[in-house]
């Protein structure tokens, strides 16, 4: 499975971003797609998820309410439309997939979220 992201980019502090994430390979097997960050200095953490299947979402809290998780399951794509951005979300953004079945996480490349305060 090979994951390609895009959208990043650098934002003033109250501005918005739109990340993407396309899967492609042999996704079967995937049950969920979400993103994760990683700031300097700092441990990845995972912003979002959502379910392949049934679009369940989850998100942590500093985000809720200003980033939304979406997916077009039959593009195997996600995306992640973050809103009234902080310049504490400032990190690089890593595309996720999992597998139970296969027990194996996949990552993208990563992508660079910059606020300006």
């Known amino acids: 499975v090979q994951l390609v992201e895009s959208g990043g980019g650098w934002v003033q502090a109250g501005g918005s971003l739109r990340l993407s994430c396309a899967a492609s390979g042999s996704t079967f097997g995937i049950i969920t797609m979400g993103w994760y960050r990683q700031a300097p200095g700092k441990q990845r953490e995972l912003v979002a998820v959502?379910?392949?299947?049934?679009?369940?979402?989850s998100y942590t809290d500093s985000v809720k309410g200003r980033f939304t998780i979406s997916r077009d399951s039959a593009e195997n794509t996600i995306w992640l439309q973050m809103n009234s951005l902080k310049p504490e979300d400032t990190a690089v953004y890593y595309c996720?997939?999992?597998?139970?079945?296969?027990?194996?996480?996949?990552w993208g490349q990563g992508t660079q979220v910059s606020v300006a305060s």
């Open positions: 959502i379910t392949t299947a049934g679009g369940v979402t």
């Open positions: 996720n997939a999992f597998s139970p079945s296969l027990r194996r996480d996949y």
